[in-house]
């Protein structure tokens, strides 16, 4: 049965909810020659590492859903469903761009690294007939990235939820819109696909403290 609350006892439940403005984003994990392919277009790593995070303007925390089949004739007149694979939603985050445009080389560059694997001393992206070959994913040149964090925090820094996206890597930078008129701060927009995310921590030391993937140490 339904009973009548005071307003005493709603409160504190209604004033303990998060806020969507507290969370930064982490980059790292890429390889050696796409570090230093980037570091060749003016994108070092401290600003990857550092910097690029803090840019990040709009994220979303991540989500995913299961595939299911449909199976009949286990009970007679029954329709069971069971699951098969798990599929995760595409990441896309929202950079403001700073005065050295480092957060455009970086993307653009990114995905300029994934494409250009028929590229070669003697090959240019001017020359007639070039073609685009994409890079193996993995190893020392790969292009996905191992691991990238999304940290949502509270105010008052006393509880936070963590993300860590595995082999995460940029399927579409977005078209970036300027215009004349009245200035705006310059942002770009970048949706990311990756193989699989943590909820939780997932180090060494949470691990060894029995707090990873959101374990309440007791």
């Given at each position: 049965?339904?009973?009548?609350?005071?307003?005493?006892?709603?409160?504190?439940?209604?004033?303990?909810?998060?806020?969507?403005?507290?969370?930064?984003?982490?980059?790292?994990?890429?390889?050696?020659?796409?570090?230093?392919?980037?570091?060749?277009?003016?994108?070092?790593?401290?600003?990857?590492?550092?910097?690029?995070?803090?840019?990040?303007?709009?994220?979303?925390?991540?989500?995913?859903q299961?595939?299911?089949?449909?199976?009949?004739?286990?009970?007679?007149?029954?329709?069971?469903?069971?699951?098969?694979?798990?599929?995760?939603?595409?990441?896309?985050?929202?950079?403001?761009?700073?005065?050295?445009?480092?957060?455009?080389?970086?993307?653009?560059?990114?995905?300029?690294?994934?494409?250009?694997?028929?590229?070669?001393?003697?090959?240019?992206?001017?020359?007639?007939?070039?073609?685009?070959?994409m890079?193996?994913?993995?190893?020392?040149?790969?292009?996905?990235?191992?691991k990238?964090?999304?940290?949502?925090?509270?105010?008052?820094?006393?509880?936070?939820?963590?993300?860590?996206?595995?082999?995460?890597?940029?399927?579409?930078?977005?078209?970036?819109?300027?215009q004349?008129?009245?200035?705006?701060?310059?942002?770009?927009?970048?949706?990311?696909?990756?193989?699989?995310?943590?909820?939780?921590?997932?180090?060494?030391?949470?691990?060894?403290?029995?707090?990873?993937?959101?374990?309440?140490?007791?």
């Amino acid at each position: 049965m339904v009973r009548p609350k005071k307003i005493a006892d709603i409160k504190p439940i209604l004033t303990n909810v998060a806020q969507t403005s507290h969370y930064q984003v982490f980059f790292d994990g890429l390889s050696p020659d796409l570090f230093s392919f980037l570091g060749k277009k003016g994108v070092n790593k401290r600003f990857i590492t550092e910097n690029a995070g803090l840019l990040c303007s709009q994220a979303s925390i991540p989500g995913s859903q299961l595939a299911t089949t449909d199976i009949f004739g286990n009970f007679t007149g029954v329709q069971e469903k069971f699951a098969h694979s798990r599929i995760f939603s595409e990441l896309t985050l929202e950079f403001y761009v700073d005065k050295d445009y480092k957060t455009i080389k970086f993307f653009e560059h990114w995905v300029d690294y994934i494409a250009s694997g028929s590229e070669s001393s003697s090959v240019r992206k001017s020359d007639l007939g070039y073609f685009y070959r994409m890079r193996y994913p993995r190893g020392s040149s790969g292009y996905k990235c191992d691991k990238t964090k999304i940290i949502k925090f509270n105010i008052d820094y006393r509880s936070e939820i963590e993300y860590t996206f595995f082999g995460l890597f940029p399927i579409n930078f977005s078209s970036t819109s300027v215009q004349y008129g009245s200035s705006d701060i310059l942002r770009a927009s970048v949706t990311f696909s990756y193989e699989r995310y943590i909820a939780g921590k997932e180090t060494s030391l949470s691990l060894t403290q029995n707090l990873f993937e959101n374990f309440v140490r007791r």
